[in-house]
């Protein structure tokens, strides 16, 4: 006899897994393909964007965010949102910190942030519990983007409608989906930075080759006006 224990998997939804998983990797593969270029910053954030609300529809979450920690303070700042119009959203320039201290404080210190439940919070974090109810969010996952050895920005999901499971190979791809990210972010803004640096270096080229020009300038005419009084002279 069977044990009682044991249960038989169901074959529809380990057809539906199989499913799911294979349409990841091809997410993984297509999202690896697209960055390979090095897009630009805005480009990024658009191939983001669809990345995000691809995954939304494959894998049933309701919102998808990318947050860039800001060079010049630290702050944690959003850069894209997926969700539905009628769920409220963070303000423009919000700083993370200032409505998930406990979640961002994880994040910086580059460990991931899974609730099936946001009751799964702990009692220090009463204030990310006030704030993800005043955004309808009941389930999340919040992914570190890490590049060049420091954690350059967040990736999450949530669900607003539904609380939902993490299972170990979702949260895996969505790993490796966040590392994705992060490289093109962390490219891309490496390359801003650098054409930043080249503009200034250019536009200082400029200015003390328009200066030299016109120390030239001025000597060659004190010396043609020289010039003019001695022949006045002779």
């Not at 609730?115 to 519990?129: F, K, V």
């Not at 009941?138 to 993490?166: D, Y």
């Not at 200015?207 to 022949?231: K, T």
Request: hydrophobic share 45%; glycine share 6%; net charge negative.
């Amino acid at each position: 006899a069977a044990h009682p224990d044991f249960m038989t998997p169901d074959p529809t939804k380990l057809q539906a897994d199989l499913e799911t998983g294979l349409q990841l990797e091809e997410v993984l593969a297509e999202l690896a393909t697209r960055f390979l270029n090095g897009p630009t910053l805005e480009d990024v954030g658009l191939e983001m964007e669809r990345a995000q609300r691809r995954l939304c529809d494959l894998l049933g979450f309701d919102r998808s965010s990318v947050w860039r920690r800001d060079e010049s303070d630290g702050a944690m700042r959003l850069l894209r949102l997926v969700q539905p119009s009628e769920v409220p959203s963070p303000e423009p320039g919000m700083d993370a910190a200032a409505a998930f201290p406990f979640t961002t404080a994880r994040i910086l210190s580059g460990h991931a942030v899974i609730l099936s439940s946001i009751e799964e919070l702990p009692p220090e974090a009463a204030r990310d519990l006030a704030s993800f109810r005043r955004f309808r969010t009941k389930s999340t996952a919040v992914l570190p983007l890490s590049a060049g050895g420091r954690v350059i920005g967040a990736f999450t999901f949530a669900a607003v409608r539904n609380a939902q499971e993490w299972p170990p190979t979702v949260v895996r791809r969505l790993e490796l989906v966040a590392g994705i990210f992060a490289s093109a972010l962390f490219r891309s803004n490496s390359e801003a930075a650098y054409r930043s640096v080249s503009g200034r270096l250019i536009d200082a080229q400029e200015r003390e080759r328009a200066r030299l020009a016109q120390e030239l300038h001025d000597g060659m005419g004190q010396q043609l006006a020289m010039l003019a009084v001695e022949i006045q002279l002779l």
